[in-house]
Nanobody, 115 residues
Framework: VQLQACGGGLVQPGGSLRLSCTAS????????IGWFRQSPGKERAAVAGITRDGDRHYSTAVKGRFTISRDNAGTTVRLQMNDLKPNDTGVYYC??????????WGQGTQLTVSS
């Protein structure tokens, strides 16, 4: 499975951005999917997840600002990020939410929040 996250960039504090995740085959449709963030000097950690049934979960740090979604075809999982803060800076990855189902990590997409 090849996972690809895209949509990152440089954003000012308070700005918005949307990330997209695609994958080969039916990986996204078949699994609960998470968005993970690796900030400088920190370990990679989940910030949002969506189950196959559409239940959504968020870390405390992003709850109320980020929204995860998947399209009906199950081919794309998105992360809408609003009211971005400097602490949101990092490399964002997508993968299966549960570790035992995760595939090799893709390159991720860099988000930098800075004025």
């Amino acid at each position: 499975v090849q996972l690809q996250a895209c949509g990152g960039g440089l954003v000012q504090p308070g700005g918005s951005l949307r990330l997209s995740c695609t994958a080969s085959g039916r990986f996204l449709a078949a699994n609960a999917i998470g968005w993970f963030r690796q900030s400088p000097g920190k370990e990679r950690a989940a910030v949002a997840g969506i189950t196959r049934d559409g239940d959504r979960h968020y870390s405390t740090a992003v709850k109320g600002r980020f929204t995860i979604s998947r399209d009906n075809a199950g081919t794309t999982v998105r992360l809408q990020m609003n009211d971005l803060k400097p602490n949101d800076t990092g490399v964002y990855y997508c993968n299966a939410l549960y570790r035992n189902l995760q595939e090799p990590w893709g390159q991720g997409t860099q988000l930098t929040v800075s004025s």
